[in-house]
Antibody, heavy 124, light 106 residues
Framework: EVQILETGGGLVKPGGSLRLSCATS????????MNWVRQAPGKGLEWVAQ??????????YYAESLEGRVTISRDDSKSSVYLQVSSLRAEDTAIYYC???????????????WGQGVMVTVSS | DIQMTQSPSLLSASVGDRVTLSCKAS??????LNWYQQKLGEAPKLLIY???SLQTGIPSRFSGSGSGTDYTLTISSLQPEDVATYFC????????FGAGTKLELK
């Protein structure tokens, strides 16, 4: 059974930083791309970042709106992915979801498993 | 950026109704479109990928269609457990989601 568990959320002051962790199990982590998606309270979903697997040299990609303030990384030995967010602003307040991308198939990309999410609140 | 517009934002329907949710892209997305269901307090769940492919384990009352800029999610016979918010997602150019359609029982 695929399991995804995010940790590391909490209350952070504006300008601060946070590192979110995502521990996974139940699938061969090394084979898959991983993403972070966030959802502000009562709002829609926003893709944040992607990290590819070793076959793609662990390439990373970021939403333009967040580029420069976020860093995604992974540790295949721990089947875990991380998101470092800096210079936090009130508008970064959201649930942050870690998602597994589906099996690599040309023309077909989707997020087939999601964690329960972790809340990040940016407030003084 | 590709913008995704979902309509309606709120839909009320009765058990057994055929329900249609719409998603419109700001440019041609060549069927690179997924649908997710999010129940209150839960993470989103993948329903449909690549416009019309049903994810494993999803009931066959869910179906997707569309092309170009216009896409549809159809529930053939609404069930109480289908109450949720539904999001479309394009992946022609990275990933963007629509704002969602909240589906409630009448």
């Amino acid at each position: 059974e695929v399991q995804i568990l995010e940790t590391g959320g909490g209350l952070v002051k504006p300008g601060g930083s946070l590192r979110l962790s995502c521990a996974t199990s139940g699938f061969n982590f090394n084979d898959y791309f991983m993403n972070w998606v966030r959802q502000a309270p009562g709002k829609g979903l926003e893709w944040v970042a992607q990290i590819r697997n070793k076959n793609y040299n662990y390439a990373t990609y970021y939403a333009e709106s967040l580029e420069g303030r976020v860093t995604i990384s992974r540790d295949d030995s721990k089947s875990s992915v991380y998101l470092q967010v800096s210079s936090l602003r009130a508008e970064d307040t959201a649930i942050y979801y870690c998602t597994k991308e589906g099996p690599y198939t040309p023309l077909v990309y989707y997020f087939d498993y999601w964690g329960q999410g972790v809340m990040v609140t940016v407030s003084s | 950026d590709i913008q995704m517009t979902q309509s309606p934002s709120l839909l009320s329907a009765s058990v057994g109704d055929r329900v249609t949710l719409s998603c419109k892209a700001s440019q041609n997305i060549y069927k690179y479109l997924n649908w997710y269901q999010q129940k209150l307090g839960e993470a989103p769940k993948l329903l449909i990928y690549y416009t019309n492919s049903l994810q494993t384990g999803i009931p066959s009352r869910f179906s997707g269609s569309g092309s170009g800029t216009d896409y549809t999610l159809t529930i053939s016979s609404l069930q109480p457990e289908d109450v949720a918010t539904y999001f479309c997602q394009q992946y022609n150019s990275w990933y963007t989601f629509g704002a969602g359609t909240k589906l409630e029982l009448k």
